[in-house]
């Protein structure tokens, strides 16, 4: 079974800074994606970035990079130059290719707030 | 439209009632998929259509949940005879193919009174 695990139910952090937040996690499949999506106070589930687990190079999407560290079973996302905007909920999500073929895996969330 | 768009925003149902919710996928999107999130957890998975086929629907919590895609577009869950532990958000995303971008809706918010 894949298992995604997000350690931190909260994190705060001074705008401009920077902010790792920590996701892990498990699965027997050979090939996999991972996934990052915010969630806003509105509901809406917002794609941020994408890992392929065969990716040479980690994942960039303008201020978010994903830390992959492959034998540590790591995915974390990493936020530049934080924002207020950036305040919300943050999931770390896995799809396998074989176990689960399509559906997503997601983790418990980490709330990020932003402080001014 | 330009996104997925799901409705009801909001419903509230009193207990034993049957309840739908609507999902519009973006257009041309091939794959389906509905997701339960209880407040304060992630989403989970509930079932998954290809076109108007629903290939996994390992995710369905009880057989008073079913789901279906009879155009390969709109799709319709459905909660018959609901419970107060159906109360959560129920979301929809969608897909150009089965391995490609899951894009999300806003929810459905689902409250059993």
């Known amino acids: 079974a894949q298992k995604i695990t997000q350690t931190q139910p909260g994190m705060f952090v001074q705008e401009k800074e920077a902010v790792t937040l920590d996701c892990t996690y498990d699965t027997s499949d050979p090939s996999y994606g991972l996934f990052w999506y915010k969630q806003p106070s509105s509901g809406e589930m917002i794609f941020l970035i994408y890992?392929?687990?065969?990716?040479?190079q980690n994942a960039t999407e303008g201020r978010y990079s994903l830390n992959f560290q492959k034998a540590r079973k790591s995915a974390n996302l990493v936020i530049s130059a934080s924002q207020l905007g950036d305040s919300a909920m943050y999931f770390c999500a896995m799809r396998g290719r074989i176990q689960g073929a399509q559906k997503l895996v997601f983790g418990q969330g980490t709330r990020l707030t932003i402080n001014p | 439209g330009a996104g997925v768009s799901q409705s009801p925003r909001y419903k509230v149902a009193k207990r034993g009632q049957d309840v739908a919710l609507r999902c519009d996928p973006i257009?041309?999107?091939?794959?389906l998929f509905w997701y339960q999130q209880a407040l304060g957890q992630g989403p989970e998975f509930l079932t998954y259509f290809q076109n108007e086929a629903q290939l996994d629907k390992s995710g369905l919590p009880s057989d008073r949940f079913f789901a279906e895609r009879p155009e390969g577009s709109v799709s319709t869950l459905k909660i018959q005879r609901t419970q107060q532990e159906d109360s959560a958000v129920y979301l929809c995303?969608?897909?150009?193919?089965?391995?490609?971008?899951?894009?999300f809706g806003p929810g459905t918010r689902l409250t059993v009174l």
């Open positions: 257009s041309g999107h091939v794959s």
């Open positions: 995303a969608s897909s150009l193919a089965s391995r490609e971008i899951q894009f």
């Open positions: 890992q392929g687990s065969y990716d040479q």
